[in-house]
Antibody
Framework: QVQLVQSGAEVKKPGASVKVSCKAS????????MHWVRQAPGQGLEWMGR????????DYAQKFQGRVTMTRDTSISTAYMELSRLRSDDTAVYYC????????????????WGQGTLVTVSS | DIQMTQSPPTLSASVGDRVTITCRAS??????LAWYQQRPGKAPKLLIY???SLESGVPSRFGGSGSGTEFTLTISSLQPDDFATYYC?????????FGQGTKVEI
């Protein structure tokens, strides 16, 4: 069955960067966009961006432009999300999630999700 | 960017109740709307896509309707497993904004 397994929790200081990984299995990694969504403690879901694992092309939410970089390594079916210049309000659980096949002309809802990675930003 | 507004933020209900959650888009998104359920400490789960299509394995007590800018998620008879937070999300453009969520509590 499709699985997305994310890297473990991280504690970072303000101003540092964090890189979270998401290893996919049981499907063709290059066939589906991978999205990143975060959730601050007690808050709602926030879409950060997506990567096309086939081409490496990315789309980022305006809020994160210039601070987020999404990459992938197709040889190991793994997507990465790196967030730089961390602030305390970046403390959140970060999820990777896969496009479903039910798409509009531009995007799709998300059918498989990773287990989440808690990133804590604290001095 | 398209903004998504859910109401109510919190909903108190009992087992067996029929509940309805509303999601409004700031501009027309045709039928490109999904609903998710999130239980505490867990990742979201896709329930509904294309505004009204039930994801495989999701119980038939969940239903979605709407198009354009106004959408609803209905749970016909609330079960104990359904106490959770529900989010809508549009996918009319590449940036898939979520609603703020509706917590369904006892």
């Amino acid at each position: 069955q499709v699985q997305l397994v994310q890297s473990g929790a991280e504690v970072k200081k303000p101003g540092a960067s964090v890189k979270v990984s998401c290893k996919a299995s049981a499907y063709t990694f290059t066939g589906y966009f991978m999205h990143w969504v975060r959730q601050a403690p007690g808050q709602g879901l926030e879409w950060m961006g997506r990567i096309n694992p086939n081409s490496g092309g990315t789309d980022y939410a305006q809020k994160f432009q210039g601070r987020v970089t999404m990459t992938r390594d197709t040889s190991i079916s793994t997507a990465y999300m790196e967030l730089s210049r961390l602030r305390s309000d970046d403390t959140a659980v970060y999820y990777c999630a896969r496009d479903s096949g039910y798409c509009s002309s531009t995007s799709c809802p998300l059918d498989y999700w990773g287990q989440g990675t808690l990133v804590t930003v604290s001095s | 960017d398209i903004q998504m507004t859910q109401s109510p933020p919190t909903l108190s209900a009992s087992v067996g109740d029929r509940v309805t959650i509303t999601c409004r888009a700031s501009q027309s998104i045709s039928r490109w709307l999904a609903w998710y359920q999130q239980r505490p400490g867990k990742a979201p789960k896709l329930l509904i896509y294309d505004a009204s299509s039930l994801e495989s394995g999701v119980p038939s007590r969940f239903g979605g309707s709407g198009s354009g800018t106004e959408f609803t998620l209905t749970i016909s008879s609330l079960q104990p497993d359904d106490f959770a937070t529900y989010y809508c999300q549009h996918y009319n453009s590449y940036s898939g904004t979520f609603g703020q969520g509706t917590k369904v509590e006892i």
